[in-house]
């Protein structure tokens, strides 16, 4: 067994063991493929391209290669962010993705504009600030995705991923006392939905 690392540059390894496959060969290992791109690099399909996400996936598959586990990367429920000068936040499943799993009629999706405190404070526009819970409509209505925009949606998305992780509930996000004055705080008293 190899482990390769590839720093940016065309790796040897390529002349070295697949002379035969050439450069856009695909190697399926189950799960997932991998695929090597014109550069030579490896790719993992359907997977996201973040960097906490690859740093994972390699501890654990040294953890695995090294004979201290079996456990592998749960690619489900990763969250991330786009910084920008408004900020957007997401994990979990997107509306279109929630309909296409579950169908339109099972889930139900809550949301909200809302206003920052530091916002109201600097007389800022708050019309883009916006947040979004889409879960399952019936029983526990376990929560499917979370997606907010607003200042710091990294920290906030970040804490609330690991309660997505854990089968958070509409319930659960109702029965959470929220921090106030802060914008994480508007995900707890969300409870328009979209019907």
Known sequence: MHVFLDCGRKPEYLEKTHTGLGRTCKLHTGKPELELNPS???????RPELTPTAIKAG????????GHSTELMNYDNVPTTVFTPLEYGC????????ETRHGKDNIE???AFYKPLEFTVAERDASQCYLKVICQRHGDQKILGLHFTGPNAGEVTQG???GLRCGATYSHLLGTVGIHPTSAEELTKVNITKR
């Open 91 to 98: 994990v979990g499943l997107s509306e279109e993705e929630a």
């Open 59 to 66: 501890k654990l598959l040294a953890r695995r290669l090294a």
């Open 160 to 162: 609330f991923a690991m």
């Open 40 to 46: 030579g690099s490896l790719l993992f399909q359907g």
């Open 109 to 111: 999706v809550y949301h």
